[in-house]
T-cell receptor, first 113, second 112 residues
Framework: KNEVEQSPQNLTAQEGEFITINCSYSVGISALHWLQQHPGGGIVSLFMLSSGKKKHGRLIATINIQEKHSSLHITASHPRDSAVYICAVRWGGSGGGADGLTFGKGTHLIIQP | DTGVSQNPRHKITKRGQNVTFRCDPISEHNRLYWYRQTLGQGPEFLTYFQNEAQLEKSRLLSDRFSAERPKGSFSTLEIQRTEQGDSAMYLC??????????FGSGTRLTVV
């Protein structure tokens, strides 16, 4: 079964800390997404990656295709960053919902003032 | 265009009743996806449309579930004879190419 694993499941940090969330997947992908979900359910797409690194403001996403691993980093974290961060992949073959995404369980991040 | 719109935002229903949710995608997006998310879990793929054609259905989509996208624009997801296990957030997403996705805010279903 094609799987997406995230770690940690829960993370509490102090304002200003550097945050890293990890995502590993089992087989080849065509794209990896990092998503943010706030209480109430709405999902916002942060990044879509197929290689290398992307940066947007205080958020950085990296992917290592050979190691089947991606990380999401938050610099100078702030309480408004508190949310669930979800990694999702679109498989390279026909696994999972072939044209849809397979999601990790999410990392629940709390940034305390 | 204001993004992907889902209605209603919340639905409470009694077990055994039928419910229908609606998703209005971004107008130029030809692909539309339904996902289900239970508490503490990531979303799970339910079904996918390209224009009006339903191209894939997950095994999660039992016979009580049906989805339509009659004119290739909005989509509806109907659950018949709801069960308590159907309680979840139902998320819709649309995409122009299958790579960049825009998600709706979801419909939270509670079956009592």
């Amino acid at each position: 079964k094609n799987e997406v694993e995230q770690s940690p499941q829960n993370l509490t940090a102090q304002e200003g800390e550097f945050i890293t969330i990890n995502c590993s997947y089992s087989v080849g992908i065509s794209a990896l997404h990092w998503l943010q979900q706030h209480p109430g359910g709405g999902i916002v797409s942060l990044f879509m990656l197929s290689s290398g690194k992307k940066k947007h403001g205080r958020l950085i996403a990296t992917i290592n295709i050979q190691e089947k691993h991606s990380s999401l980093h938050i610099t100078a974290s702030h309480p408004r960053d508190s949310a669930v961060y979800i990694c999702a992949v679109r498989w390279g073959g026909s696994g999972g919902g072939a044209d849809g995404l397979t999601f990790g369980k999410g990392t629940h991040l709390i940034i305390q003032p | 265009d204001t993004g992907v719109s889902q209605n209603p935002r919340h639905k409470i229903t009694k077990r055994g009743q039928n419910v229908t949710f609606r998703c209005d995608p971004i107008s130029e997006h030809n692909r539309l996806y339904w996902y289900r998310q239970t508490l503490g879990q990531g979303p799970e793929f339910l079904t996918y449309f390209q224009n009006e054609a339903q191209l894939e259905k997950s095994r999660l989509l039992s016979d009580r579930f049906s989805a339509e996208r009659p004119k290739g624009s909005f989509s509806t997801l109907e659950i018949q004879r709801t069960e308590q296990g159907d309680s979840a957030m139902y998320l819709c997403a649309s995409s122009p190419t299958g790579h960049g996705y825009t998600f709706g805010s979801g419909t939270r279903l509670t079956v009592v």
